[in-house]
């Protein structure tokens, strides 16, 4: 029997399947632009890492549909390399806590890149410093990055001589750590008593983008691993594909201490307060080059003798 379908829901099975040529949801009905990317999602027009995926989840994150972006794991990265770029192009707040990262990945030089991050969580990512200055180094003198105030650098073993570089970038306010890491002290920061802590979130579309990215990369994963087993069943095989690594990847960790350490606030000079200083010294060398035996050669003022002279001439020639 056939079922005929609103007119509704035929524009937004049109706009889901087409969803990559929407060229802005600035101003858009909220409800029909959560209808319309869910639909994409179930009509897995999203599924694959390809620049039409990019592209619409770039224009959803222009019009902040999801400005805080928390990864579940290294394997999604690394599937969905492509389209996070879109994901990440105007989020707010990025979180990569756990998840292994190497000082070579292609992600790093991507983060000063998404110019309106305004906190950054790096939390036991294995990173070093060399891996660190791919995403601070391009943000010396707020030229990327110009709203990074929160930094977490926890878990992370980082050398003095990195932190120390940290005072380049001017808009960074807060750096933290666990407070069991050894810190050593760094140029224009100073320990606070009192640490906030951000804690970043995904909503709900990004939250139903993952699962099934996830729930996509889990198929394809079944597909390989019965490939496999159909071609040897030997025992090192089946063992390799235990549950021994997916049992260490979501266990749960209590969490730590934290610490924080704050920008030192440079007392402000104020143009008015070194232009008296400059005049008064301008003046004062004015008033020396009048002196008598002063090597310096002022305005010369008239002499009164010339002057009575010259009147004496004028009422001569008046007479």
């Given at each position: 029997?056939?079922?005929?379908?609103?007119?509704?829901d035929?524009?937004?099975?049109?706009?889901?399947?087409?969803?990559?040529?929407?060229?802005c949801m600035?101003?858009f009905?909220?409800?029909?632009?959560?209808?319309?990317f869910?639909?994409a999602i179930?009509?897995?027009v999203?599924?694959?890492?390809n620049?039409?995926?990019?592209?619409?989840?770039?224009?959803?994150?222009?019009a902040?549909?999801?400005?805080?972006?928390?990864f579940?794991n290294?394997l999604?990265?690394n599937?969905?390399e492509?389209?996070?770029?879109?994901?990440?192009?105007?989020?707010e707040?990025?979180?990569?806590?756990?998840?292994?990262?190497?000082?070579?990945?292609?992600?790093?030089i991507?983060?000063?890149?998404?110019?309106?991050?305004?906190v950054?969580?790096?939390?036991?990512?294995n990173l070093?410093?060399?891996?660190?200055?791919?995403?601070?180094?391009?943000c010396?003198?707020?030229?990327?990055?110009?709203?990074l105030?929160?930094?977490?650098?926890s878990?992370?073993?980082?050398?003095?001589?990195?932190l120390?570089?940290l005072?380049?970038?001017?808009?960074?306010?807060?750096v933290?750590?666990?407070?069991?890491?050894k810190?050593?002290?760094?140029?224009?920061?100073?320990?606070?008593?009192?640490?906030h802590?951000e804690?970043?979130l995904?909503?709900?579309l990004?939250?139903?983008?993952?699962?099934?990215w996830?729930?996509?990369?889990?198929?394809?994963?079944?597909?390989?691993?019965e490939?496999?087993?159909?071609?040897?069943s030997s025992?090192?095989?089946s063992?390799?594909?235990g549950?021994?690594d997916?049992?260490?990847?979501?266990?749960?960790?209590?969490?730590?201490?934290?610490?924080?350490?704050?920008?030192?606030?440079?007392?402000?000079?104020?143009?008015?307060?070194?232009n008296p200083?400059l005049?008064?010294?301008?003046?004062?060398?004015r008033?020396?080059?009048?002196?008598?035996?002063?090597?310096?050669?002022?305005?010369?003022k008239?002499?009164?003798?010339?002057?009575a002279?010259d009147?004496?001439?004028?009422?001569?020639?008046l007479?």
């Open positions: 029997m056939y079922d005929a379908s609103s007119l509704l035929l524009c937004i099975d049109f706009c889901a399947k087409n969803i990559h040529f929407i060229d600035i101003g009905p909220e409800d029909f632009a959560v209808k319309i869910e639909r179930n009509l897995k999203l599924a694959s890492d620049d039409n995926t990019k592209q619409a989840l770039r224009v959803y994150s222009e902040g549909y999801y400005r805080e972006v928390k579940p290294l999604l990265i599937q969905y492509l389209s996070i770029q879109g994901l990440m192009e105007f989020t707040k990025l979180d990569l806590t756990n998840i292994c990262l190497d000082d070579h990945h292609d992600l790093l991507q983060i000063p890149e998404c110019r309106n991050i305004k950054l969580i790096l939390q036991s990512t070093t410093d060399k891996g660190l200055k791919k995403v601070t180094y391009p010396f003198g707020a030229k990327k990055l110009p709203s105030h929160y930094l977490d650098l878990g992370l073993q980082v050398t003095s001589k990195y120390n570089t005072r380049h970038l001017p808009q960074l306010k807060s933290l750590f666990f407070s069991s890491d810190t050593p002290s760094f140029l224009a920061f100073r320990l606070t008593q009192r640490p802590v804690k970043v995904n909503g709900s990004v939250t139903k983008l993952f699962l099934h996830l729930k996509q990369l889990s198929q394809e994963r079944k597909k390989v691993l490939e496999k087993s159909s071609a040897s025992f090192y095989t063992n390799a594909t549950g021994r997916s049992a260490k990847s979501f266990a749960v960790k209590a969490p730590k201490s934290k610490v924080m350490f704050e920008r030192i606030q440079e007392p402000k000079t104020a143009l008015h307060a070194t200083l005049s008064t010294s301008t003046n004062v060398s008033k020396r080059s009048y002196e008598p035996g002063n090597c310096i050669v002022g305005p010369r008239p002499k009164q003798a010339k002057l002279l009147v004496e001439n004028i009422e001569q020639m007479d």
